[in-house]
Each structure stands twice: as structure tokens, then as C-alpha cells.
């Protein structure tokens, strides 16, 4: 079987277009239709379903991808940087800008260096869906996200959970009395403006209906889509918002911003840590992946 057709099927596979996948490899798109073609009648099935928008995998089209992609990813890696090439390698790694900036990159920056073992980083931000498209597509080799991809091209370990937190400036609750934000439900918060990352209120909305089984009431007042500058706004008295403990909890211990609510069992959210099924067979990836669930042990 051609090593070359085999590249431009994963390519395929992860990029799930015909046309995505021509642009990753330089091709036109009538060449790496006719490879695809080529390898079905070396196979005698078919591998993927034509559609209005992209292609997706048959049964057999999966059951391949998942055997020759990490081996074709390695042969990738050999040729790049050789067989005893002493250079650093690079890692690209993606996912959620805060949770990136805050947590990951932190860690991850401990194994940089010459010392045989570290490694260049690269850094990616983007929501979930774009962190793991640029995963399957080859972009990225780790990504950080808040969904468990689906199918066996790539492989997800839980890494942490995330605690979020309904809190405001001081002076909102103060303006309630003191203590009445911890004792009351979500009709009492109405008045408040809200702080948000997007105009669909993604956190407060997650919040409201796991703590107090409802939908916010009030619009956001001030949108802007990072928890950083959503908790400078909170701080400064733009309104409340619904943030991860680790972002807020400096200003919470300065008095800065103050809690507005303690639910019994705060809502949750769960990282993964995502890679390509088999590159963990690369040592610098392995490292990195291992490194990070160490790390994540001490977070809360």
C-alpha cells in the first residue's frame, strides 16, 4: 500500500474535507480525490461518504485511520528531525486562553530548555471545537478542552476540574444587606448587571440552571470574551459573573470581589487533555502529557 495515499487518507480523515485536506497537503483537490479513489479500489470499499459539506468515514474508513495514523505521524517525525537528531523538538499545544495562560503554560514552561529531555512550546488558543479540529488535523499535538472528542482518532484523559463561582464587587452585596445574596435564590439577582464572555450568557446560563434549576432574567451588560477581562470588570462594579475559582480566587482573598451565593455542590466543569490515538509514542509529547496530569494534581 502507498505510503503517500495512506498520508493523504489521514489527512482526509482528520480534516473530514476533501478541500481542507488539499490545503494542508498543497494538492488540488481533483489529486487527493483521485488518491482516495486509488486506495478504495486497492481496498475494494469504500472509506469515506460524499456529502454537501465534507466527507465522513465509513466503518472501514475509521477501523484504518485508527491503525495507520499514529504509525504515519512517527515516519512524520523521523523525517523532520531524523533518527538521532539532538535538536529540540517542538510542542504545539492548544486550548481555552485563561486556562491555557493560567494553568498549562506555567507548567508546561518547566520542560523547555537543552537539557536532552525539553522541548520548544507553541501555544494556540480557541474554543473547544477549533482546539480539537486543529488536533485532528494535524495543527496541534496536544489540546486542552472542556468536551471528550468523539471516535477513536483521538484519545482524552480527564485533567481537572474546574469550580465556578457567582461574585460581584463588594458593594453589590452590600447594597442587599449583608449575607442576603448567600440565602437567597436567583430572582433576587435580576437587579444586578451581568458580566459574560458572550452575548448567550454560556457561564451565568450553566450556573443558573445547575444551582437554581433557571434561566438568568437580566441580559449581559458587558460582554467581552476572556474570564480575564471579565473578572477586571467584575472587580471594577461592572455586575456579576460566574468564574473559575483559580481566576478569581486572589481577588476573592483580597476583598476585591466577594462571593454572592455558596450552593451546597458548586457546579463543576471538566478539562480533558486531548492527543492524536498513538503519539504518545513521541517522547516529547508523552512527557508533556504526563507532566500536565502531574501537575494538575495541585490545582483546585
Given at each position: 500500500?502507498?505510503?503517500?495515499?495512506?498520508?493523504?487518507?489521514?489527512?482526509?480523515?482528520?480534516?473530514?474535507?476533501?478541500?481542507?485536506?488539499?490545503?494542508?497537503l498543497g494538492?488540488?483537490?481533483?489529486?487527493?480525490?483521485?488518491?482516495?479513489?486509488?486506495?478504495?479500489?486497492?481496498?475494494?470499499?469504500?472509506?469515506?461518504?460524499?456529502q454537501?459539506?465534507?466527507?465522513t468515514p465509513?466503518?472501514?474508513?475509521d477501523?484504518?485511520a485508527?491503525?495507520?495514523?499514529?504509525?504515519?505521524?512517527?515516519?512524520?517525525?523521523?523525517?523532520?528531525?531524523?533518527?538521532?537528531?539532538?535538536?529540540?523538538?517542538?510542542?504545539?499545544?492548544?486550548?481555552?486562553?485563561e486556562?491555557?495562560?493560567?494553568?498549562?503554560?506555567?507548567?508546561?514552561?518547566?520542560?523547555?530548555?537543552?537539557?536532552?529531555?525539553?522541548f520548544a512550546?507553541?501555544?494556540?488558543?480557541?474554543?473547544?471545537e477549533?482546539?480539537?479540529?486543529?488536533?485532528?488535523?494535524g495543527?496541534?499535538d496536544?489540546?486542552?478542552?472542556?468536551?471528550?472528542?468523539?471516535?477513536?482518532?483521538?484519545?482524552?484523559?480527564?485533567?481537572?476540574?474546574?469550580?465556578?463561582?457567582?461574585?460581584?464587587?463588594?458593594?453589590?452585596?452590600?447594597?442587599?444587606?449583608?449575607?442576603?445574596?448567600?440565602?437567597?435564590?436567583?430572582?433576587?439577582l435580576?437587579?444586578?448587571?451581568?458580566?459574560e464572555?458572550?452575548?448567550?450568557?454560556?457561564?451565568?446560563?450553566?450556573?443558573?440552571?445547575s444551582?437554581?434549576?433557571a434561566?438568568?432574567?437580566?441580559?449581559?451588560?458587558?460582554?467581552?470574551?476572556?474570564?480575564?477581562a471579565?473578572?477586571a470588570?467584575?472587580v471594577?462594579?461592572?455586575?456579576?459573573?460566574?468564574?473559575?475559582?483559580?481566576?478569581?480566587a486572589?481577588?476573592?482573598?483580597?476583598?476585591?470581589?466577594?462571593?454572592?451565593?455558596?450552593?451546597?455542590?458548586?457546579?463543576?466543569?471538566?478539562?480533558?487533555?486531548?492527543?492524536?490515538?498513538?503519539?504518545?509514542?513521541?517522547?516529547?509529547?508523552?512527557?508533556?502529557?504526563?507532566?500536565?496530569?502531574?501537575?494538575?494534581?495541585?490545582?483546585?
Amino acid at each position: 500500500m502507498d505510503l503517500a495515499l495512506l498520508r493523504t487518507f489521514v489527512t482526509v480523515h482528520r480534516a473530514g474535507s476533501f478541500t481542507r485536506a488539499a490545503a494542508l497537503l498543497g494538492l488540488s483537490q481533483p489529486a487527493v480525490t483521485s488518491q482516495i479513489r486509488t486506495l478504495e479500489r486497492q481496498l475494494g470499499r469504500p472509506l469515506f461518504l460524499r456529502q454537501a459539506r465534507g466527507v465522513t468515514p465509513t466503518t472501514i474508513g475509521d477501523e484504518l485511520a485508527h491503525k495507520a495514523a499514529p504509525h504515519l505521524d512517527a515516519l512524520v517525525e523521523i523525517a523532520e528531525t531524523g533518527p538521532d537528531d539532538s535538536s529540540l523538538r517542538t510542542l504545539h499545544l492548544a486550548g481555552p486562553p485563561e486556562f491555557t495562560a493560567e494553568r498549562a503554560l506555567p507548567a508546561l514552561t518547566e520542560l523547555t530548555g537543552e537539557d536532552g529531555q525539553g522541548f520548544a512550546l507553541r501555544a494556540s488558543f480557541g474554543n473547544a471545537e477549533e482546539a480539537l479540529e486543529g488536533l485532528a488535523a494535524g495543527h496541534h499535538d496536544l489540546a486542552i478542552g472542556t468536551a471528550r472528542p468523539r471516535g477513536a482518532l483521538l484519545t482524552a484523559t480527564p485533567l481537572c476540574d474546574e469550580e465556578h463561582i457567582l461574585v460581584a464587587a463588594p458593594h453589590w452585596a452590600e447594597r442587599a444587606g449583608p449575607g442576603q445574596f448567600r440565602r437567597t435564590a436567583a430572582p433576587d439577582l435580576e437587579h444586578i448587571p451581568v458580566v459574560e464572555v458572550h452575548e448567550s450568557l454560556p457561564f451565568v446560563a450553566r450556573y443558573w440552571a445547575s444551582v437554581f434549576d433557571a434561566r438568568p432574567a437580566a441580559p449581559a451588560t458587558v460582554v467581552a470574551p476572556d474570564l480575564r477581562a471579565v473578572l477586571a470588570c467584575t472587580v471594577a462594579g461592572a455586575g456579576l459573573a460566574v468564574l473559575p475559582r483559580y481566576l478569581c480566587a486572589a481577588a476573592l482573598e483580597r476583598g476585591e470581589a466577594v462571593a454572592l451565593h455558596n450552593p451546597a455542590v458548586p457546579p463543576l466543569r471538566t478539562y480533558f487533555l486531548v492527543v492524536r490515538t498513538g503519539t504518545l509514542a513521541m517522547p516529547h509529547i508523552a512527557r508533556a502529557h504526563e507532566w500536565l496530569l502531574h501537575a494538575a494534581a495541585d490545582w483546585s
